[in-house]
């Protein structure tokens, strides 16, 4: 079992910076695809980022694409979403996933195997 715990939201102003922590305990999530959805207030959860289990191809939508970087640390067991330039359109609860089958790169939240609990993220403008 894999268990995830997501960090760093906070209120910033719009053009600020976040970075977002996602630590995986329980087992190592090294060899694990992983990614970042959020869910904005009465809106359904949507893909943000993904990475692959070496670090040697992310996946960005769209709406955060040249703004947002998906890394990881796997000595770590630990994942980052460094957000620049952030909108008040960002705001959402963000959320981590870690997917055991390597096929997460696609962004789809349904190919996850496990869940983090989420963190706020409330961009004013």
């Known amino acids: 079992q894999v268990h995830l715990v997501a960090s760093g939201g906070t209120l910033v102003q719009a053009g600020g910076s976040l970075r977002l922590s996602c630590a995986a305990s329980?087992?190592?999530?090294?060899?694990?695809?992983m990614g970042w959805f959020r869910q904005a207030p009465g809106k359904e959860r949507e893909f943000v980022a993904a990475?692959?289990?070496?670090?040697?191809?992310?996946h960005y939508a769209d709406s955060v694409k040249g703004r947002f970087t998906f890394s990881r640390d796997n000595a770590k067991n630990t994942v980052y979403l460094q957000m620049n330039s952030l909108k008040p359109e960002d705001t959402a609860v963000y959320s981590c996933?870690?997917?055991?089958?390597?096929?997460?790169?696609?962004?789809?939240?349904?190919?996850?195997?496990?869940w983090g609990q989420g963190t706020q993220v409330t961009v004013s403008s």
């Open positions: 996933g870690a997917d055991a089958h390597g096929r997460g790169m696609r962004g789809i939240e349904d190919e996850y195997d496990y």
């Open positions: 329980g087992r190592s999530v090294n060899m694990y695809v």
């Open positions: 990475i692959s289990w070496d670090d040697s191809v992310t």
